[in-house]
């Protein structure tokens, strides 16, 4: 069966895409889907990830690290937000966390509705997703989590980073696979100051996370695989 | 007051953008707003985006020329389609033209809802669309009509063509209008090598409409700017 990889660029989108025998690799690389995967690789138990805060605030009290991010800034009373240095080891070992964030939230929810597979993407474990994939007799959507339903650039960076390595894999691409793998092979040599064009770095500076900013463009930092099961990002065993 | 480039990438997120007071270009290159361009700089009178082969119908019998095309070719027992050949001198000078297409029409009738004016662009009058637009006292988005609501490489390859030749006359770029001018950058020597990688440039082979293609990434043959005033496109006025 050809393999297909597919980029969906904002969530607004995805309804375009049938997506039931595909593996979804949601992507919100500032700063959502980052963290994720470090706090499973840095060995969180789970990361439960909900629609708003509301949602979150139900598991308080009940021993959960409690995280809550809305237009990029902690909820007041919240253990944390959404920065990747909230998820150290040393804060989420065998802890779950229950996670809400503007955008990757939303688009986890979404595509579980559909998807074969849904699993989480970042720069941190680029190369370990892209191995697994490559193993994986499955067709790939890279679901950008985009900025409130809008095309953003450092998500599509990272699809194209994706594109890139599994090209000699996969059979078919569409053009917004080609735009993002076209994309990330001229920001490649120095993310951080083509992602200076963006709109989202000056509103991530205004909120002054640059140090977060410069953490999740980091490659290969990380091996696990976040993979959503039921309403729970677990690692994924690769073995 | 800031004047602002956005590039919609497909028209099923137009919803995400204000543009009471914007300038809209709508583009779809292969190749209803390539023949528009060409239709009118042929001095067709006017032409009347309808949006189905059944409101087209309506027009028959009253002089009209009637043109409709659906995925790519001419509908039975109308007089073309939209390849840039039918909208000759010889064909359309002094007439009205009624048209459907799958995509452009679609998003031609989208942006009149919301917008404050309407314009076509193509690469046929690229140089001349600019130009008036560096004249206007107003904001941009530039729609790309897309293929059924997906984003495709050769409208975003135009919209990176106008951000380009704006660039200097606007304050504000959004994440979108960036990847479209890096993407446009990349192709701009060779548009109809960069679009043999697109799947739009696939299913278009196989229709046999290469020399439309070739026609349709000319750069400014025409000076006509299309403008919708109701629901009928005519030659702005532009002196």
Redesign the interface.
Known sequence: MPKRIEVC??P??LH?YDVKDSIVVVIDILRATSSIVYGIANGASAIIPVANVEDCLQYSGQGYLLAAERNGEVVEGYDFGNSPFSYTAEKVAGKTVVLTTTNGTKALHMARETAYQVIIGSFLNLKSLCAWLKTQDRSVLLLCAG???????ED?LFAGAVVSDLRKDFDH????S??AE??YQ?AKNDLRKYLH????SHRLAALNIEEDVKFCLQLDICKAIPVLIGDTLIALETD
Chains 1, 2 share one sequence.
């Open positions: 660029l904002t607004a989108l375009l900025w409130k339903d809008a095309f953003n650039l599509t691409f569409d053009d917004s080609i735009a076209d994309l001229l064009k963006s709109s989202h």
